[in-house]
């Protein structure tokens, strides 16, 4: 699926009214912003949508967010990924980073700081 040329974002988180604020404001932001609820659902859109990045709950049904995070690290080329939880915990934050995440957010979501994060790694989005 080819998208357009703005930064594509995949958001997975199993609250619904967190995937609909995110999407509602990096699409406004200029993304082109995707939710879903499951890390299962995450990897199959991976495949047709290609995101940059991926916004990825540590704590969800099914898959958990560590889980979905290692098989997004394997594909090629990997998405940046951002965890979010409301985990504020030295170990978690540090095993989340040493399985390859990029970066690791607190909720409540901090829209500019994830903004931030991502033009860092992509800064001609």
Do not use: N
């Amino acid at each position: 699926m080819e998208r357009s040329g703005r930064h594509r974002l995949l958001i997975v988180d199993d609250e619904p009214k967190v995937c609909d604020m995110l999407v509602q404001l990096f699409t406004a932001k200029g993304y082109d912003a995707l939710a879903v609820g499951r890390g299962e659902d995450a990897l199959a859109l991976t495949e047709a949508f290609h995101p940059q990045t991926v916004l990825l709950d540590l704590l969800m049904p099914g898959m958990s967010g560590i889980d979905t995070l290692r098989q997004l690290k394997q594909l090629v080329p990997p998405p940046r990924v951002i965890m979010l939880s409301g985990a504020d915990l030295d170990e978690v934050v540090q095993g989340a980073l040493q399985l390859g995440a990029d970066a690791y957010v607190v909720k409540p979501v901090d829209v500019a700081k994830v903004e931030h994060l991502i033009t860092g790694f992509w800064p001609s989005r």
